[in-house]
């Protein structure tokens, strides 16, 4: 869809990576899934080296295996993670963590099919894929659902059903 030519509102969650560097955002990600993925690793070690076993195996095939676990699951929560959101006139764009640490991806306008709310969630529906937003992850929640839902009202009233 087209960019819309009304006035954007911008809305960035607590996951954007601002002006950090790539690598930097990277390696912060990367951190937590690295330490949780080596843990079981580093345990089954210890035991087999206090019993005086081989530990071998478990370094050329353990420590690799836990390294690419981390790795996938990085990548999926920085290709994933909602960071910034842009509300149009009656479309709504999304950008992920990873697309705000390269901006090489152009904007894809989309419009607000339905936007449900409960206490801690905001479920915004576009096109055939739900998205899930923590109100405790953007700064600006009750600002952005007001925007979403007259987004939401002013697709309607232009591309009624």
Not at 69 to 83: D, E, F, N, R, S
Not at 98 to 118: A, I, K, S
Request: hydrophobic residues 50%.
């Amino acid at each position: 869809m087209n960019r819309p030519t009304a006035d954007i509102s911008i809305f960035r969650s607590t996951a954007h990576p601002g002006a950090a560097p790539a690598r930097m955002v990277f390696a912060d990600a990367f951190l937590t899934p690295l330490a949780l993925c080596m843990l079981p690793v580093m345990l089954a070690v210890l035991v087999v080296a206090l019993q005086r076993g081989a530990v071998e195996p478990f370094l050329w095939i353990g420590f690799p295996a836990a390294f690419g676990v981390a790795l996938a699951l990085t990548l999926y929560y920085l290709q994933t993670t909602i960071a910034e959101l842009y509300v149009g006139e009656t479309m709504v764009a999304l950008r992920t963590v990873f697309d705000c640490m390269y901006e090489q991806r152009r904007l894809r306008w989309r419009p607000v099919l339905e936007l449900r709310t409960n206490r801690s969630l905001l479920i915004l529906t576009l096109n055939d894929a739900d998205y899930y937003l923590s109100k405790k992850a953007w700064p600006d929640a009750d600002a952005l659902q007001e925007d979403l839902r007259q987004a939401r009202e002013r697709y309607e009233l232009e591309y009624p059903t």
